[in-house]
């Protein structure tokens, strides 16, 4: 099984540690495909960078779809997953939806932490149109810098990771934790080590729902809000 | 006061038939000032044109809004519209906003007819994203063709339109009518001679409201949500 | 175009300062007409108070409210607002439904600031009725001296105002501000020195609201809710 | 046990039937104190008649409620409901809540029937405000005249609401009954005959609650919404 | 009028004390007939000895209910309260829905104190499942220890269940409490000397309800989710 | 790695068919550990039924389970899940959760088809209490006849399913259908070959998700709901 991990920004360290963590939790016999939104923005920090990284994503990957069983749209975001999901016939999984979908046997609540302070009301608004509000005790987040700017050291980030982590125990009564962005999920395995809570590394689990939905024939309904556009996709251009 | 009337489609028949109805909705001494997303899709019709509009939408507004009071983003989607709030430091009004804010103090419960059967789940994430859902009674739709074929003669439409609304009201105790999509806007005034139903015509309400915003010295908030992206925007291109 | 502004309860210097504020807000050639309910409680401070004055604010706007164009109902609660809706066939609006559909486009989600501490259940119920719950982060309150008794100085007044105002912002992510009572209106200038947050005040929404809507042609459905009751209005008394 | 049964609207027949109606519900040992509001609308089929009964009922009842251990609102409405819960320190119950609280252990999901169309948007706000909503499946209505008119004769009464119990059932999967006015109250046992669904008539349920309340010595918090009005209530006249 | 109350696990103590508790609450002429689970587990304390309370109570039921007028399941979960009210045609009532039924009058949002932290998750779900979330301000726990350990002293256990209380007042504003657990009953007069709320023992709401039932002729619905299971019961043993 | 498939009635020709969807769908290597609830009850089709099922499913698993990597629940219910996934340290998944978590990314919104209309409200509990509400169309029912009654021939029984899933299509818009039944999942196959709707077969989704979870070293977590109970587990026997 071919599998394209789409990186929706433009910054190849990103594609790269998704493609190792990709790799790490396919199944044997499956082959990574990463890619590069070359033409999309550096980071997906905003509103902004998320309608700037839509177009490109969804016109390359209708080409590049062809030659794989699935796609995993490897940010912690939305632009354009509606899209790419009208447009192929194979199974296209987003991170959040993924993450969620793994969480919600495992545990009463989560929580999600995310990247920044401003990315929380963004990913609340993910988990209302996903329709996992129901099952999320709260959205937090950690305070990285900028992509490219000096990442703080792994511990620090794990320490911040676990601080709310533990808040979110606390005062809302969360019992799993997802990572809510790419950059966070590299923390995953040590973060672990400083929670009783579970934590869920969205790519892993987006790449095995992913391999199971090709495994098992299924893919986005075309009877309803994921059927094709109704002309041929080149006229939007 | 200048309000820009942005057509997030490249269709120039369309900016037109806005610009002509906003002129009419609009306050003597607002100067309508038409834009037509020109490297956008001739319509948008799926959430794949959806995605093919937002890069440009944002980016051009982001220029041609230093020269007006306020925009009104001038399609009942979603496309980009928070990533123009975020970008802009004046009122930026949706339609569906717009629409249902003016609908709220009017009736028990709203319904939006759509421009096409695969429009409805579309329009049903908007609701439920803007927080509407709670006063909508129904999302329905009549079945237009693509934009650019023969359009039915208007006592058709009409009567199409005034059908969908009448089911609503039996089936779903609508008491209020939301035209959910720029296409339907010049058959309002007819509509109202067909239905008991209040019709609520979105692009009059937009213009109403982004006057009121500038002259009451309001914006979106720059504390959460819509403030301004970490980078400079030319960063994300 | 002439504008009734209602103060539900007859105190009049209260109808004086609302009288100010919607001369403020209204659009040249608007003229504003205040109207105090002399037969209402001196004050809307419980449930008890909102139930003496819906009777003689209803009876009353029937027939003062031929001489206008739209109403506005100068007080953030609910007395009565239905049944002014019913029996008019003008644009009756209320504070709280005005102050929420021009906050609902500029925010991710908005705290409300009202007089007392025994008014956030009763402020959390209009929220609620209106359908508006899904955008309100919280429902805060100062706490006011009572009507009559020795206003605090302005300054403390706004300090207790921004001091909620932040408590909202940082617990609960809201990042837009309603004064939730006519009261708190005059104190909107300064607030908004002392707060990142966009600050509404619901009197100039609502008048602009009324305007729109007069000028657009539009009032609350018929069709529904707000049909004219069964009987001469007479019958009822 | 002395327990007030109150009228909300000057309709002595309507007062008369209720009182039967509580009298047969009853505890031996209560004794049912019938009272009429003078004052009020002769019938409460409309927000504007709403607002027309809620002072005199609030302002009638401080003085009356002395005399009595718990007094039942007896009409299926809202008008004053928590005004008299605030101003008195007994046991103060409505129709719409008794009907809900027992419904709940007795079914899945509950139908209303109300008396006219016209009601099912104010029956449906009633719903919601008491947060109810997630039990009631849906809300219906008869076409019975206006108080005073003609009343049709009891069986073809008796078979518009069996019809429209077995559409809520079938429609809407509701698998209990509840009569949403008093005038439908006398009904309820005639439709037992015909619907396999359980009919609640709500002055019986009312009744027993108030009367169970005042035995256990329980009656609405005064730690919050329903706490004694902040001025002595004459101040409020 | 005979009452089964009916302990779900098979300690002897908690049934004398729900005794005791019951005839306190009951009507004169009410006779308590007490029973003990005894195949089931020595305390409801997880979902794990829920299961194993579930199959002997139904069953044992079945039999011991032919000699009642009404069932009371006394313990504060689910454990099978579904499989008893589809058995029987005698009225069957579980405390959650008897506390949370008498509370929705009473108050504005309501806080469930259970005995230790890990049933709050559990308690959460019981008030979803029940249908009353929008009225439950918030679940908390004091800290038993296990059945059949030293109790704290009865003063120390107040001021926990007062300190609990109290929190969910001040951050939630809850303005009602609910005992949920048959540990607690016990506490509740003395912790009404300890706090303005109103304090819900959940055992005399369920006898009071489960009297006001029989005597007004109602029961669970047999039209609907609580229909006989299909087999005779035998067969499903 | 080992994967036990644990039919919760004692059918064992339903734990065959079960074994044999389930080895269908799972990964090369996987082995399948068929189990029947031999003291459980010979079909769920009830609350009843399903109380009977839960102790003995719980306490068995208990013991069982040690010898496998992960735990499928292979009916669509509750019966004690929640007690298994408190009792083990392996994944423990239950059909419903696996068919809601794999729809959710592939439609809009699903509708779930049950064995008989009775099933209906027990099914509608079981979306509502596992959180996918938001994402249910509509729960509906064909009229299966008894286990072990002559089944109807299988293109009667997939014309049924179709004209079901049809019916939520066009009244609700559904556009994925889940099979709310182990007895409904051989007809999955040619279901599809008479609906455009994706057709979810639940217990292949729950061997693909349990597969998934173990190879990821993901179990459900101990931090909350599902901690361990307090007790050893044998004490509540």
Redesign the interface.
């Given at each position: 099984m071919r599998l394209l991990i789409a990186n929706p920004n433009r910054t190849e360290a990103i594609t790269d540690a998704c493609a190792t963590l990709a790799r790490a939790?396919a199944?044997p016999g499956t082959e990574i495909v990463p890619w590069t939104n070359r033409d999309g923005?550096?980071v997906i920090?905003?509103?902004?960078?998320?309608?700037?990284a839509?177009?490109?994503?969804?016109?390359s990957l209708v080409t590049i779809a062809q030659r794989v069983d699935a796609v995993v749209l490897a940010g912690f975001g939305s632009?354009?997953t509606?899209?790419v999901?009208?447009?192929l016939d194979i199974?296209v999984?987003?991170l959040p939806?993924?993450a969620?979908?793994?969480a919600?046997?495992?545990?009463?609540?989560f929580v999600i932490v995310t990247t920044?302070p401003?990315m929380?009301?963004?990913t609340?608004?993910l988990v209302?149109?996903?329709?996992?509000?129901?099952?999320c005790a709260a959205v937090r987040a950690v305070g990285l810098p900028?992509v490219g700017k000096d990442e703080p050291p792994a511990p620090e980030v794990v320490r911040s990771l676990a601080a709310e982590v533990a808040a979110a125990?606390a005062s809302a009564?969360?019992?799993?934790a997802i990572l809510g962005g790419s950059r966070l999920s590299p923390y995953a395995a040590a973060l672990r080590g400083c929670?009783?809570?579970?934590v869920?590394e969205p790519l892993?689990?987006a790449v095995?729902?992913a391999?199971?939905?090709a495994?098992?024939g299924?893919?986005?309904?075309?009877?309803?809000?994921?059927?094709p556009?109704?002309?041929p996709?080149g006229?939007?251009?």
């Open positions: 939790a199944s923005p550096p920090d905003s509103l902004y960078s998320d309608s700037m839509g177009r490109s994503l969804a016109r632009y354009g509606g899209a999901k009208e447009a199974p999984i987003g939806e993924a969620m979908a793994f919600a046997p495992l545990c009463h609540r920044s401003r929380i009301p963004y609340q608004d209302h149109a996903l329709g996992f509000a129901a099952r900028p125990h009564g969360a019992d799993l929670t009783p809570l579970v869920i892993a689990c095995a729902l391999e199971s939905l495994r098992l299924l893919r986005q309904s075309k009877a309803g809000k994921f059927a556009p109704p002309r996709l006229e939007y251009d």
